[in-house]
T-cell receptor
Framework: DGGITQSPKYLFRKEGQNVTLSCEQN?????MYWYRQDPGQGLRLIYY???????QKGDIAEGYSVSREKKESFPLTVTSAQKNPTAFYLC?????????????FGPGTRLTVL | AQRVTQPEKLLSVFKGAPVELKCNYS??????LFWYVQYSRQRLQLLLRHISRESIKGFTADLNKGETSFHLKKPFAQEEDSAMYYC??????????????FGQGTELSVKP
């Protein structure tokens, strides 16, 4: 089964804890993205990576960290410094190069801070 | 500033009625515009893009550079069109990391 997978589907965290969200793709895409989806605010870019071992901050990177050690994987860590982490997190990927900027999305992880 | 605005949070229409979801953008370069759709319990997926000028599921959208708009239209709404719709913008080409800027989203509800 090809595509983008995210795990877990639901995640609960206590205040003060770090938590890591998984994103894996087998589409051979170079670029990967993390978005946060909140009601009434659309999707906001957290971090993105165009190639292995390289990543850039998006619009709301504070309190988050990422790594890109493998092409297939782009995990997101929500740290205790993130003031309002409860949200729906979406991972996306895109082939690098060419003119088409369409992104393909995973099913999402809903994070709730208790 | 680069921005996408969807003025309606919720749009409610009856089955068979025309529907128009508004999208306005602000972008200094050459934009690439998209409409993404998220049906209940499904992942976000591309509906259509301005470059291909295609009609998907009866929906069309025309890029109006003069009015900086990319409104989504369908002449006869169906109940299965009920979903959250997002307008998104990217810089044409690959020189900005392929980042997408999303609007706030419009929830379309089609009543029987």
């Amino acid at each position: 089964d090809g595509g983008i997978t995210q795990s877990p589907k639901y995640l609960f965290r206590k205040e003060g804890q770090n938590v890591t969200l998984s994103c894996e793709q087998n589409l051979n895409h170079d670029a990967m993205y993390w978005y946060r989806q909140d009601p009434g605010q659309g999707l906001r870019l957290i971090y993105y990576s165009q190639i292995v071992n390289d990543f850039q901050k998006g619009d709301i990177a504070e309190g988050y960290s990422v790594s890109r050690e493998k092409k297939e994987s782009f995990p997101l860590t929500v740290t205790s410094a993130q003031k309002n982490p409860t949200a729906f997190y979406l991972c996306a990927s895109r082939p690098r190069g060419g003119w088409d900027n369409e992104q393909f999305f995973g099913p999402g992880t809903r994070l709730t801070v208790l | 500033a680069q921005r996408v605005t969807q003025p309606e949070k919720l749009l409610s229409v009856f089955k068979g009625a025309p529907v128009e979801l508004k999208c306005n953008y602000s972008y200094s370069g050459s934009p690439e515009l998209f409409w993404y759709v998220q049906y209940s319990r499904q992942r976000l997926q591309l509906l259509l893009r301005h470059i291909s000028r295609e009609s998907i599921k009866g929906f069309t959208a025309d890029l109006n550079k003069g009015e900086t708009s990319f409104h989504l239209k369908k002449p006869f709404a169906q109940e299965e069109d009920s979903a959250m719709y997002y307008c998104a913008l990217s810089g044409l080409g690959n020189n900005q990391g392929g980042k997408l800027i999303f609007g706030q989203g419009t929830e379309l509800s089609v009543k029987p």
